[in-house]
């Protein structure tokens, strides 16, 4: 059996929305429908909001998540959220001694993805023996930026 944590990257810095992942949306903010839809999938030994906001930490402690630190680095316009999650993984295996084998990163600003989703990706990875995945989905409307490409051999040209 794997040991596996669900981490919900929140930065308090959105410059574009501020506050964007502690929004209301349709009654619940989106932070507390990633960490419902986490807890609900029954997949996580563990699951971890990451943030440099206290009032992003007071809002996972209200939705029952422990939050016993914030993050210290990768927080800026210029950090990447794999950095963020890479930190997150070594704060706590310095400050609380854990290590994971599966470490699934969970957007906040997703409030329409589901616990089976969450289940259903989870079941690819472990039978198709990934060393990694992501969630894709058609291009269409998303800034060009974000776009790949599968070759024909499924992987991926940026």
């Given at each position: 059996m794997?040991?596996?944590?669900?981490?919900?990257p929140?930065?308090?810095?959105?410059?574009?929305?501020?506050?964007?992942?502690?929004?209301?949306?349709?009654?619940?903010?989106?932070?507390?429908?990633?960490?419902?839809?986490?807890?609900k999938?029954?997949?996580?030994?563990?699951?971890?909001?990451?943030?440099?906001s206290?009032?992003?930490?007071?809002?996972?402690r209200?939705?029952?998540v422990?939050?016993?630190?914030?993050?210290e680095?990768?927080?800026?316009?210029?950090?990447t959220?794999s950095?963020?999650?890479?930190?997150t993984?070594?704060?706590?295996?310095e400050r609380?001694g854990?290590?994971?084998?599966?470490v699934?990163?969970?957007?906040?600003?997703c409030p329409?993805?589901?616990d089976?989703?969450?289940r259903?990706?989870?079941?690819?990875?472990?039978?198709e023996?990934?060393?990694?995945?992501?969630?894709?989905?058609?291009?269409?409307?998303?800034?060009?930026?974000?776009?790949?490409?599968?070759?024909?051999?499924?992987?991926?040209?940026?």
């Amino acid at each position: 059996m794997h040991k596996t944590i669900a981490i919900i990257p929140a930065r308090g810095g959105s410059k574009r929305l501020p506050e964007k992942n502690i929004m209301d949306f349709f009654g619940k903010s989106m932070l507390e429908r990633a960490i419902d839809a986490a807890r609900k999938s029954g997949c996580f030994d563990k699951i971890f909001v990451s943030t440099d906001s206290q009032k992003i930490a007071e809002e996972a402690r209200r939705c029952g998540v422990t939050v016993p630190f914030l993050r210290e680095e990768a927080k800026d316009d210029f950090a990447t959220v794999s950095q963020a999650t890479v930190h997150t993984l070594q704060q706590i295996l310095e400050r609380q001694g854990e290590t994971f084998d599966i470490v699934c990163q969970l957007m906040p600003n997703c409030p329409l993805r589901t616990d089976r989703d969450i289940r259903d990706s989870l079941d690819t990875f472990e039978k198709e023996k990934r060393a990694f995945q992501i969630s894709c989905f058609r291009f269409g409307w998303m800034n060009p930026y974000w776009a790949v490409r599968l070759s024909g051999d499924a992987r991926p040209e940026y």
